[in-house]
């Protein structure tokens, strides 16, 4: 079972920008596609971006909150994989958590394997 944690989060000013990472242990990265999904006061788990175990053809969501704005990427000899945000909003304030799944949905939470505790950035002049 892979350990997952994050890192990276904390306040930032609207318009900044914060890199988040997602340290694997336990079992081959290699294996994983990892995604990023996030939680806000009230409101339900959001999918962020997911990417393969390759690294090519990152996903990412659908809806304007983020296209464009942030990217996901992985180092398998690190085990990590990152989130940059930029041009971050107020709205953008949410615990973030990385998660890990052999085979999966990418955008559908139920069919990860493995989630980390999550990372919480706030967004706030």
């Known amino acids: 079972q892979v350990h997952l944690v994050e890192s990276g989060g904390g306040l930032v000013q609207p318009g900044g920008s914060l890199r988040l990472s997602c340290q694997a242990s336990?079992?081959?990265?290699?294996?994983?596609?990892m995604g990023w999904f996030r939680q806000a006061p009230g409101k339900e788990r959001e999918f962020i971006a997911a990417?393969?175990?390759?690294?090519?053809?990152?996903?990412?969501a659908d809806s304007d909150s983020v296209k464009g704005r942030f990217t996901i990427s992985r180092d398998n000899g690190k085990n990590t994989v990152y989130l940059q945000m930029n041009a971050l909003k107020p709205d953008d304030t949410a615990v973030y958590y990385c998660?890990?799944?052999?085979?999966?949905?990418?955008?559908?939470?139920?069919?990860?394997?493995?989630w980390g505790k999550g990372t919480l950035v706030t967004v706030s002049s």
């Open positions: 990417i393969s175990w390759s690294g090519g053809m990152p996903d990412y």
């Open positions: 998660a890990a799944c052999s085979i999966c949905t990418p955008f559908n939470p139920a069919e990860y394997d493995a």
């Open positions: 336990g079992s081959l990265f290699s294996d994983y596609e």
